[in-house]
């Protein structure tokens, strides 16, 4: 990786070798940048960037979606819902599970390998300007070349300015104040609820991490706020009152009002904060999921100045709604769930969803986390769900080594309830044949997660384009 006064490649990438050969040199030389897990808390190398290109994040109005978890799902049900309004919506999420293009997404299609390498040689040019090392720069911060998210937050903009969208839902990379995607003024901030996650970064305490992502709500804007502690509700209610904005807080002014288990998902009746939608099929599991769907349906009526939302447009949107890696069946037989779950507070849901949505009467769970994650906070939860689990490694240079995760495994679910599995496939092996050999086979299944990165490789490995 570059150092801070480093420079990377940033040639424009040609177009004579096939779309598959310059779209595997574009993330070549993209990588080459410091990764998401890196950051030089400033937006102004995005800022200068954004300028070069004519300031395309200001060509729409914004929805930036910040909290621990839930993000992209809640962005997700937001763009879906917009989408079927008739608006033209552009999507912006992370990190990928499989490709990059998956973070680009316009009227609900992610972006081409061909239109993703258009995009980066579009704006390369600028990149290479600023990534220049300038011996008279006063600022540390313009010294720093462009990181990874920076550049392909820029190309988001560019795109959705390119297209152009009628609105754009953008998903935080981490915290708020200092991520990249803030370099634009949100209309309507949602808040999920905020636990701890990258303490190295925002800081070791909910009270902290509150701060910086409270920090997305805009002076004048409004805010769609979930469910939150006392302690971080205090904190946004600081930043609502300094910048003269409006709070919409869940359990006052939207909530879910009843839930019900329907096969395949949820039945809803959500109270928003200007209607109420009865009988609401949410395709996808867990309680968590149904409060992210309240926060999503809020923030679209908040963002329409107020007005409710046709019932069509609800049972439309809804019916649009994905979200890869999270609570995904992507195989039977035995049944094969993958969730990004890679902090506690995502394992707790992950636990409590799979207690109540599925019928598993034996559970094998197929674990790999990165090594600056609380892994005994992940792998607690998790003990009152799985019968055994197989502890492997992920393709992430930042993966915890697997007799590390192995010896906390031991300790939370006992000696005889762990396996090991040098590499990720012969995991899932390991995991079929321990769900085959349970007297209770039909109604096995295995849960992988752990990571984000740990569920786009099972995706990888299992769900067929």
């Known amino acids: 990786m570059p150092g801070r006064s480093g420079t990377v490649s940033v040639l424009r990438v040609e177009t004579s070798q096939g779309v598959d050969t310059e779209f595997d040199r574009v993330m070549s030389q993209l990588l080459m940048r410091w990764p998401e897990s890196r950051i030089d808390p400033s937006l102004e190398r995005i800022s200068a960037l954004l300028d070069l290109l004519g300031q395309p994040q200001l060509a729409m109005p914004i929805i930036q979606v910040t909290g621990t978890n839930g993000k992209s799902s809640t962005a997700r049900m937001i763009a879906s819902l917009l989408g079927a309004m008739g608006l033209r919506t552009g999507l912006y999420t992370s990190p990928h599970l499989n490709s990059a293009t998956e973070r680009i997404e316009i009227d609900g299609q992610s972006v081409s390998e061909a239109e993703f ?72 901030a949602v ?11 925002l800081g070791d305490t909910t009270v902290d991490i509150a701060r910086e992502k409270a920090a997305i709500i805009a002076p004048q804007g409004a805010a769609v706020i979930a469910s939150q502690s006392p302690e971080v509700a205090t904190v946004i209610n600081a930043r609502i009152a300094d910048v003269s904005a409006v709070g919409y807080w869940e359990e006052s002014a939207f ?24 009988d609401v099929f949410l395709p996808v599991f867990g309680e968590h999921q149904a409060h992210n769907f309240a926060c999503a349906i809020s923030a679209v009526e908040v963002f329409l100045g107020g007005r409710s939302l046709d019932g069509a447009v609800v049972e439309e949107g809804v019916a649009e709604v994905t979200t890869p890696g999270r609570l995904e069946i992507v195989r039977r037989g035995p049944t094969v769930v993958v969730d990004a779950a890679h902090n506690p507070a995502g394992a707790r849901a992950l636990a409590a969803a799979i207690t109540e949505s599925f019928a598993f009467s034996y ?28 502890v492997t490694r992920n393709h992430s240079p930042r993966c915890l080594d697997v007799d590390d995760l192995a010896a906390a495994a031991v300790e939370i679910f006992g000696a005889d309830c762990v396996e090991i599995a040098d590499s990720f496939a012969d995991a899932i092996d390991t995991a079929v044949r321990l769900a085959e050999e349970a007297d209770t086979y039909a109604a096995s299944g295995i849960v992988v997660t752990g990571s984000v990165v740990t569920a786009g490789q099972a995706r990888a490995l299992m769900v067929r384009s």
Not at 256 to 266: P, S, T, Y
């Open 255 to 278: 909530e879910v009002v009843e839930r019900d288990i329907a096969v395949g998902g949820q039945l809803l009746t959500i109270r928003g904060t200007a209607a109420t939608y009865a």
């Open 117 to 188: 390498v258009r995009i980066w040689n579009d704006i390369a040019p600028f990149v290479a300007m600023l990534d220049e090392p300038r011996t008279d720069e006063s600022s540390a911060h313009a010294r720093t070349p462009l990181s990874f998210f920076e550049v392909l937050t820029a190309m988001a903009y560019s795109a959705f300015a390119d297209a152009p969208v009628d609105v754009a839902v953008v998903e935080v990379g981490m915290g708020g104040r200092w991520d990249a995607t803030s370099v634009a003024p949100a209309q309507v």
């Open 191 to 201: 808040v999920l609820p905020i636990d701890l996650d990258h303490t190295d970064y």
């Open 363 to 390: 559970v094998v769970g197929v674990i790999a986390v990165l090594a600056d994650k609380d892994v005994r906070g992940i792998l607690i939860p998790l003990a009152d769900v799985f019968d055994e689990v197989v």
